[in-house]
Nanobody, 115 residues
């Protein structure tokens, strides 16, 4: 199992980014997937979750209305579209597979939002 994130970068407040998480070794249709972020000096925070079938999604309150989680099963890739970014969204963003706990994680992609 391998998860590889990409798409992070530096943007100004109000900007957008789309994060990608390329999965291999399993199918995204088999497991729920999550995006977790860790801001500077903060603990990990669950940002969003999508069910194995894609019908159910969850967002932390701070992300509702601004972020959108999705996946392309044919490409076996998970996405997080982030709009109206704020400085408090700054952090290292990880995708992880859900199997009971989060059993596999990517290496993370850095998102930095300047004011």
């Amino acid at each position: 199992v391998q998860l590889v994130e990409s798409g992070g970068g530096m943007v100004q407040s109000g900007g957008s980014l789309r994060l990608s998480c390329a999965a291999s070794g399993f199918s995204l249709s088999s497991n729920d997937m999550v995006w977790v972020r860790q801001g500077p000096g903060k603990g990990p925070e669950l940002v969003s979750r999508i069910s194995s079938g894609g019908a159910r999604t969850y967002y932390v309150d701070a992300a509702k209305g601004r972020f959108s989680i999705s996946k392309d099963v044919a490409k076996n890739t998970l996405y997080l579209q982030m709009n109206s970014l704020k400085p408090e969204d700054t952090g290292l963003y990880y995708c992880a597979r859900v199997f009971g706990l989060y059993d596999y994680w990517g290496q993370g992609t850095q998102v930095t939002v300047s004011s």
